[in-house]
């Protein structure tokens, strides 16, 4: 019989309504379980706060480049404008001015405003930096004989002066980023304004010989000089363009971070040459 009672036993144990009211607990397995303090509440992942308002302030180096080459075609293309040496020959378009490169310190500052979806960062800035270069083009003057449509020959010389000196270049970005711990990389695309000195000087010469002749100017087949191109200067000219880039925050306190980045800015300034700058610089800054 012992055994018939021991069998009996087992069953009861065995059946839900027993188990509960013994409080056995499920398998360990079971998510948010632990089998010795029982259930247990897991939080929400706890990210490095980003969001809000921030200012700061920056150093660094910025390697300005401007391309020349261009430059001067406007401005010859104008001087003449209704003559069949421009329309047969196209001389506005002979390279004398090169490009230049010109690398100093910079400096400058920044604000923003972030929003932040847990590990996700969009936000706005705008970022000044004060760096001040001087571009100045190098010269190659060409000498050329050339012949119109109408049999008129040409002694053409061209050559010319350029330079660009930047003072103040500004960016208005749109900025993402994802929180890693306490870094946050991100990047950025946006528009840039900079403040330049330009001057542009095309020096223009030659003799228009009717003859056909380089050399031979006669009563009936006179010799006319070409017209004389006029030149482009402007102080403090607003320069127009865009921005790209990116870099990393630190944060060292709850309000306080560490930044290294890299912008590249691209400048169309008139008459028709273009300028860059690149940056690489450090900062610091304070979230609010």
């Given at each position: 019989m012992r055994w018939v009672f021991c069998s009996l036993f087992a069953l009861t144990l065995a059946s839900p309504a027993v188990a509960a009211d013994f409080d056995i607990p499920p398998p360990a397995a079971a998510t948010g379980y632990d089998v010795v303090r029982g259930p247990q509440t897991v939080g929400p992942a706890t990210f490095t706060r980003w969001s809000g308002f921030y200012v700061g302030g920056q150093i660094g180096l910025a390697n300005g480049a401007a391309d020349f080459s261009g430059a001067t075609q406007t401005l010859i293309a104008y001087a003449l404008r209704d003559t069949l040496l421009e329309s047969d020959n196209s001389p506005s378009g002979w390279p004398v001015l090169g490009s230049a490169n010109a690398r100093t310190a910079a400096y400058g500052g920044f604000v923003g405003y972030n929003t932040q979806w847990e590990d996700l960062i969009v936000g706005m800035e705008a970022n000044f930096n004060r760096a001040n270069f001087t571009l100045r083009a190098p010269t190659s003057a060409i000498a050329r004989t050339v012949t119109d449509s109408a049999g008129n020959a040409y002694s053409v010389d061209i050559s010319g002066n350029g330079t660009l000196v930047g003072e103040d270049f500004a960016t208005l970005r749109l900025k993402g980023g994802w929180v890693i711990g306490n870094f946050l990389p991100y990047?950025?695309?946006?528009?840039?304004?900079?403040?330049?000195?330009?001057?542009?000087?095309?020096?223009?010469?030659?003799?228009?010989?009717?003859?056909?002749?380089?050399?031979?100017?006669?009563?009936?087949?006179?010799?006319?000089?070409?017209?004389?191109?006029?030149?482009l200067s402007a102080n403090n000219q607003i320069l127009y363009g865009f921005t790209v880039?990116?870099?990393?925050?630190?944060?060292?306190?709850?309000?306080?971070?560490?930044?290294?980045?890299?912008?590249?800015?691209?400048?169309?300034?008139?008459?028709?040459?273009?300028?860059?700058?690149?940056?690489?610089?450090?900062?610091?800054?304070?979230?609010?």
């Amino acid at each position: 019989m012992r055994w018939v009672f021991c069998s009996l036993f087992a069953l009861t144990l065995a059946s839900p309504a027993v188990a509960a009211d013994f409080d056995i607990p499920p398998p360990a397995a079971a998510t948010g379980y632990d089998v010795v303090r029982g259930p247990q509440t897991v939080g929400p992942a706890t990210f490095t706060r980003w969001s809000g308002f921030y200012v700061g302030g920056q150093i660094g180096l910025a390697n300005g480049a401007a391309d020349f080459s261009g430059a001067t075609q406007t401005l010859i293309a104008y001087a003449l404008r209704d003559t069949l040496l421009e329309s047969d020959n196209s001389p506005s378009g002979w390279p004398v001015l090169g490009s230049a490169n010109a690398r100093t310190a910079a400096y400058g500052g920044f604000v923003g405003y972030n929003t932040q979806w847990e590990d996700l960062i969009v936000g706005m800035e705008a970022n000044f930096n004060r760096a001040n270069f001087t571009l100045r083009a190098p010269t190659s003057a060409i000498a050329r004989t050339v012949t119109d449509s109408a049999g008129n020959a040409y002694s053409v010389d061209i050559s010319g002066n350029g330079t660009l000196v930047g003072e103040d270049f500004a960016t208005l970005r749109l900025k993402g980023g994802w929180v890693i711990g306490n870094f946050l990389p991100y990047g950025f695309i946006g528009f840039a304004l900079g403040l330049a000195n330009t001057d542009i000087a095309p020096v223009l010469s030659g003799i228009e010989y009717t003859s056909g002749t380089i050399g031979i100017c006669t009563r009936l087949e006179p010799c006319f000089s070409l017209p004389p191109a006029n030149g482009l200067s402007a102080n403090n000219q607003i320069l127009y363009g865009f921005t790209v880039g990116g870099g990393v925050d630190f944060a060292v306190t709850a309000n306080i971070f560490l930044r290294a980045e890299v912008e590249w800015d691209q400048f169309n300034p008139p008459p028709g040459f273009l300028a860059t700058v690149i940056t690489g610089r450090v900062g610091a800054g304070l979230k609010f």
